[in-house]
């Protein structure tokens, strides 16, 4: 009792010692948060309003999609789009000598310009290497070839920032036509690319570009999306009660770890479960911990390795993979987060910890970060679709043949087209009520018996009909477009969610005639391990031919 007394003591001691120090040095940049706050809160109005404005100039309506240019049509789409364009040429051609300021003219510009340079590849390697869109019978190969000219350019001079952004939120438009596509993965770097335009905007102005403020709202920006997840987990049900490793069971029922039979996923399932405490408490650290990002560079730079590691953590029991967040996390630690650089700017003081906690900590109002947090549950609903081809065979498809939108069928959110009460589950996450009633271990029957009393009824003819549209024309141009594969798809970027199989196993003169949807129902227990508690049918329908039918 003395010792763990002792051992208490000291650790308040020394948070307090270390605390004591931090508040009390000196600082060497003599600028007043009086003056800084102000700049800093002009130029995230300015990065909010760019924000609004090029998100509602680039959503164009979803049948443009089917025709050769993205770009084109665009142009054409609204007048006004057509006018904001030309209004943007003008004053790049008015104000030359500043809108095609090299990089040489910015401070640090290139520094700035290799991690813009960074970020706007990893997005050109997700946005230009996909697969040939089915559904609207199109590659858009010249609006990918435009993508990969802006961001060649961009290394020539920062403002074909502004062109690549839009590009790059036209072709995003496509992924989105069915409902459910996350944004969560590209959102951050998109968001950065913003920031920037926000201060090279602020800088065609005032003829300074703040290179310390642009790191520091950047820094800000990151922490922020880790922040408003960990926000989220923050309460009771959480931490006392949930399971992560539950994650495990549900991902692989939905294709992840397809390699390994039930036993096995039960045997590491309850050998991962001893360790639920630690994940919990290393997640929530280093989540809620990007809030004090700016506190010391070592804290920041094992905040960011901390980061790294959850990612990977997150990847092996579920198969999510942000890559993207990887890549930048280490273009931080990297390029910016390095002792030389800091001790020139010395983001480490009390103005700029005061101030990004402020930034960080309201990152919901300014940045929009995805929060993402849910409660997983041993229960999940999976999706299968079995198609019969022309010679008769069944095919249980892959979810990445509906490549471009396989997202939303490996999501399979897929709860409208049954017609029993079901759970508010998708992968295995669940609302808070659910995960309540999940904390204890119940046998099938209860769990079928609460689910029918408890559950909610999903059904909607209106999605039933519009999933049928989609199947009907995405399966119809791909029985009569040849299955061959552009030289874009060797080099395809990675997926965000994995499952297996990935191959798809229908040959060029295979046609398929009927497709069905099977709602399958997993569960996994301690005293059963993992099992599939149930399958039926819930989407059947014949494919048509050809148009006239």
Request: proline share 3%; charged share 20%.
């Amino acid at each position: 009792m003395d010792t763990s007394e002792n051992k208490f003591s000291a650790t308040i001691k020394f948070f307090k010692r270390n605390l004591t120090v931090f508040w009390q040095k000196n600082e060497s940049d003599p600028e007043h948060w009086r003056n800084l706050f102000p700049r800093l809160s002009i130029l995230l109005l300015l990065f909010v309003g760019l924000e609004r404005i090029l998100f509602k100039v680039t959503t164009i309506p979803a049948k443009l999609y089917s025709r050769e240019y993205i770009f084109w049509e665009f142009l054409k789409s609204n007048g006004y789009k057509t006018s904001l364009v030309l209004l943007a040429i003008i004053l790049i051609l008015a104000f030359y000598k500043k809108t095609l300021l090299s990089w040489n003219g910015l401070e640090n510009g290139n520094r700035i310009k290799f991690l813009l340079l960074i970020v706007a590849c990893i997005l050109s390697w997700e946005y230009v290497t996909y697969d040939f869109n089915y559904y609207m019978n199109q590659g858009h190969y010249l609006d990918r070839g435009s993508l990969l000219l802006f961001t060649i350019l961009i290394f020539w001079r920062p403002i074909f920032v502004l062109p690549y952004i839009v590009m790059l939120l036209l072709i995003i438009g496509q992924f989105e036509i069915l409902p459910v596509y996350s944004l969560a993965a590209p959102f951050l770097p998109i968001r950065i690319l913003l920031l920037f335009l926000a201060f090279f905007c602020y800088s065609v102005v005032r003829r300074i570009f703040f290179f310390k403020d642009f790191i520091f709202l950047t820094g800000c920006l990151l922490a922020a999306f880790y922040f408003s997840s960990g926000i989220r987990k923050v309460n009771f049900e959480w931490i006392w009660y949930d399971q992560i490793i539950y994650l495990l069971s549900s991902s692989y029922g939905n294709g992840w770890l397809s390699v390994a039979n039930s036993d096995q996923i039960s045997s590491l399932v309850t050998i991962f479960g001893w360790f639920n405490i630690p994940l919990k408490m290393f997640t929530i650290l280093v989540e809620c911990g990007m809030l004090f990002l700016f506190y010391k560079i070592k804290w920041a730079r094992a905040l960011l390795f901390g980061a790294i590691f959850l990612h990977l953590g997150i990847f092996m029991v579920s198969g999510i993979l942000f890559w993207m967040w990887m890549c930048i996390l280490l273009c931080f630690l990297v390029f910016l987060f390095r002792e030389r650089i800091f001790k020139g700017y010395q983001w480490y003081g009390k103005t700029y910890f005061i101030l990004s906690i402020i930034f960080i900590g309201l990152g919901e109002y300014w940045c929009c970060p995805v929060g993402l947090a849910w409660h997983d549950v041993p229960y999940n609903y999976t999706y299968r679709f079995k198609v019969k081809i022309d010679d008769g065979a069944n095919i249980i498809l892959p979810k990445s043949f509906f490549s471009l939108y396989d997202f939303q069928f490996t999501l399979g959110d897929f709860k409208y087209l049954s017609s029993e009460p079901l759970f508010r589950i998708v992968m295995g996450a669940a609302d808070e009520s659910t995960s309540h009633f999940f904390n204890t271990e119940r046998p099938v029957k209860e769990i079928f018996e609460y689910e029918m009393f408890h559950g909610k009824h999903f059904t909607d003819i209106l999605k039933r009909e519009k999933l049928n549209d989609f199947l009907q024309q995405y399966i119809f141009n791909f029985n009569n477009t040849p299955h061959r594969a552009s030289i874009l798809s060797y080099f395809k970027a990675p997926s965000l969610l994995y499952t297996y199989p990935r191959k798809i196993s229908i040959k060029d003169k295979q046609k398929i005639t009927e497709v069905s949807i099977i709602e399958v129902t997993t569960l996994y227990s301690k005293s059963r391990g993992f099992e599939i508690v149930r399958e039926r049918e819930v989407f059947k329908s014949a494919i048509l031919m050809n148009k006239n039918n």
